[in-house]
């Protein structure tokens, strides 16, 4: 026999912590050489399930499946072939961590030829402990722990778990939206999380689009909890050839049922309508003013209730869905405008010593005692109804009267078609101007995301909505032509 034979009885297998045998030269449960017992190591890695036939085990710590463990002279044993352990599946395109196989998912038998116990280095009759895991092909090292010593019944407590050899969630099956937060959890009908519960984004909470020279960007804002505005940019030819650029900008009115719908109906229809007409022919402003009465036609259909529900006929123009629209057409020359509503159209010239305007005027309270002379501005303004409209697109507008104006600019410029959201922070011309960057009539996606950061920045109240279209004309040195309906 060898000296390490007379060495006093271990109480512990050093490898798996399990009582050996009385006599024992190799631990039963993992194969340990008890003849030579060496220091034990300040940590304890975590043991490795998947690892591949050929690598070592790791020093001083019990592998999941021994291979043949070593023989003593006076006492063989039978060799027994390594287990060798499926691969866990790859990660999946969600970003999922890859599962975890477990000794109780897997088949196998330990360095005795047995089965192997529901946990690697226990015996049958053990409680089960929680058994190791690995993730991909690295090893999980567990931090190094403060040794717990034993309670009353000579058991060692169980250390809270580690959070990171946790079950992932399963992944949610192919086609099914993922959710933003927890990048596991699938998103029901109602755009919640039903892992972690997180509310998602919707798709119009932020919009961007880009065609040719212009550009529109939509926000939700920072108060409201979804976007109640839409846009719509769109190109087209006239007979001649000539381009025509198209931007339309529609507010929902939040005090109205289904403001979401109601601007997006107004803005798809006038938009359609304009690339009807405009390619035969019909004059921009004539074709901006039937654009605008398609677009009350939608908003109008959204309010009809379905056949049978004339229980509900007397009360069908109450709290119809309603939104405000503001349009701008280039081509052939001219800039026209359309309006319903207190969206705005700014005229912001690209050489900045000449002077910007405001080019609609708004269907609001302040609008008409202003108008009627009752009061000036400032305190038309400075009333708590001065943002209250008069005119909309909606079922339960009195009179529906479209606003157009076409202009003929002498001079290059911008032009910027934006809700309330917007002006609130840059009400005046000169306002507006100022928060306009320089290169706006070069870059216009990139103007209209520093406008909408303008109002982000100034508070966010409202929903935010603006298009930019760069006009392009040769300096001609002429007053620019303009006619109002």
């Not at 991909?136 to 717990?148: H, K, L, Q």
């Not at 969630?169 to 959710?179: D, E, I, L, M, S």
């Not at 005046?428 to 995301?449: I, K, N, T, W």
Request: charged share 20%.
């Amino acid at each position: 026999m060898s000296e390490s034979h007379q060495q006093p009885a271990l109480t512990r297998c050093p490898g798996c912590e399990e009582p050996p045998a009385s006599g024992d030269l190799f631990c039963g449960a993992c194969g340990y050489d008890l003849s030579a017992v060496p220091a034990r190591p300040d940590d304890r890695p975590t043991l490795a399930i998947t690892v591949p036939p050929a690598a070592p085990p790791a020093p001083a710590a019990a592998p999941a499946v021994a291979p043949t463990a070593p023989h003593a002279p006076d006492a063989p044993a039978p060799p027994v072939a390594a287990v060798q352990w499926p691969a866990a599946s790859e990660t999946d395109s969600s970003d999922v961590p890859v599962p975890v196989h477990r000794a109780t998912d897997l088949p196998g038998t330990d360095s005795g030829g047995k089965p192997l116990p529901a946990t690697p280095g226990a015996h049958h009759d053990d409680p089960p402990t929680t058994p190791p895991v690995r993730h991909d092909d690295r090893a999980v090292m567990a931090e190094p722990a403060t040794v717990v010593p034993p309670d009353a019944s000579g058991d060692f407590a169980l250390a809270a778990p580690d959070p990171r050899t946790a079950e992932p969630t399963p992944t949610p099956a192919a086609g099914t939206k993922v959710c933003v937060a927890c990048r596991s959890g699938r998103v029901d009908p109602d755009g919640y999380c039903e892992n972690c519960g997180h509310a998602q984004p919707r798709e119009r909470d932020h919009m961007e689009q880009e065609l040719g020279s212009v550009a529109a960007v939509s926000d939700r804002g920072l108060r409201h909890h979804r976007n109640e505005d839409s846009f719509a940019v769109s190109s087209t030819a006239l007979p001649d050839g000539s381009p025509a650029v198209v931007a339309i900008v529609c507010d929902g009115v939040s005090s109205a049922s289904r403001p979401d719908e109601a601007s997006a109906a107004a803005a798809s229809a006038a938009n359609e309508a304009l690339l009807e007409s405009l390619p035969r022919g019909t004059h921009p402003q004539q074709a901006m003013h039937e654009a605008i009465v398609a677009a009350s036609e939608a908003v109008n259909a959204l309010a009809q209730d379905p056949p049978g529900s004339a229980e509900h006929e007397a009360h069908r123009h109450q709290n119809a869905p309603a939104c405000t629209l503001v349009g701008a057409i280039m081509a052939g020359g001219l800039l026209v405008v359309g309006w319903v509503g207190d969206s705005r159209v700014y005229w912001v010239p690209d050489d900045r010593t000449g002077p910007p305007a405001r080019l609609t005027e708004d269907d609001s309270w302040a609008a008409q005692m202003v108008a009627a002379g009752l009061m000036n501005e400032a305190e038309a303004y400075a009333d708590e109804r001065a943002h209250a409209i008069t005119g909309w697109l909606g079922a339960d507008s009195y009179e529906l009267e479209p606003h157009t104006a076409s202009f003929k600019p002498d001079r290059p410029g911008l032009v910027v078609v934006c809700t309330d959201g917007l002006w609130n922070y840059a009400e005046s011309a000169e306002e507006m101007a100022a928060a306009v960057p320089p290169e706006a009539h070069r870059r216009p996606l990139h103007g209209a995301q520093v406008l909408v950061g303008h109002a982000l920045d100034g508070g966010g109240h409202d929903n935010v909505t603006v298009a930019l279209l760069p006009f392009a004309v040769e300096p001609q040195g002429a007053g620019s032509a303009c006619t109002t309906v």
